[in-house]
């Protein structure tokens, strides 16, 4: 009778283990990987926000525009223009509010600030909506202001 040595567990995957396909796989897998990866494009917004030795300063600021986001509306104030009040639950309300802002910006062409005045708890991607509109009305100035 012939007499075999048992091998243990470790020196079985000591012998065994062959990392070359996996590491093969590894360098095929990690290009392709980073090839079809989908970057995304990270934007800043230039916005002004007030001062910290003039607090009062955008509310006092010349012919500026002010849109006021609440809950129910949109309120846009300017100098020389009446308020416009526009409901948020009403049908289409970002159409009506650039229309309000385009109308705003063309009575005033050189006037290219608006300051939105926005509640503590308004939704940031609601703000960033109405920043939008008003540079797509013609009022790249934007400035951001809390309500009191």
Do not use: C, W
Not at 78 to 98: D, T
């Amino acid at each position: 009778m012939r007499h075999t040595r048992r091998r243990s567990l470790r020196e079985l995957i000591a012998e065994d283990l062959d990392t070359m396909p996996l590491m093969n796989l590894f360098v095929a897998l990690i290009p392709m990987l980073l090839i079809s990866a989908v970057f995304l494009n990270v934007t800043v917004i230039d916005m002004d926000g007030p001062a910290a030795d003039a607090p009062d300063a955008a509310a006092d600021a010349g012919p500026g525009l002010e849109i006021a986001v609440t809950g129910e509306a949109y309120t846009v104030r300017g100098r020389g223009l009446p308020p416009v009040r526009i409901a948020r639950a009403g049908e289409e309300p970002q159409k009506l509010l650039a229309a309000a802002l385009a109308e705003a910006a063309g009575r005033h062409p050189g006037n290219h600030e608006v300051t939105v005045v926005s509640l503590p708890d308004t939704r940031y991607d609601e703000i960033i909506a109405v920043m939008d509109i008003a540079r797509g009305a013609g009022l790249p100035g934007v400035a951001l202001r809390g309500a009191r």
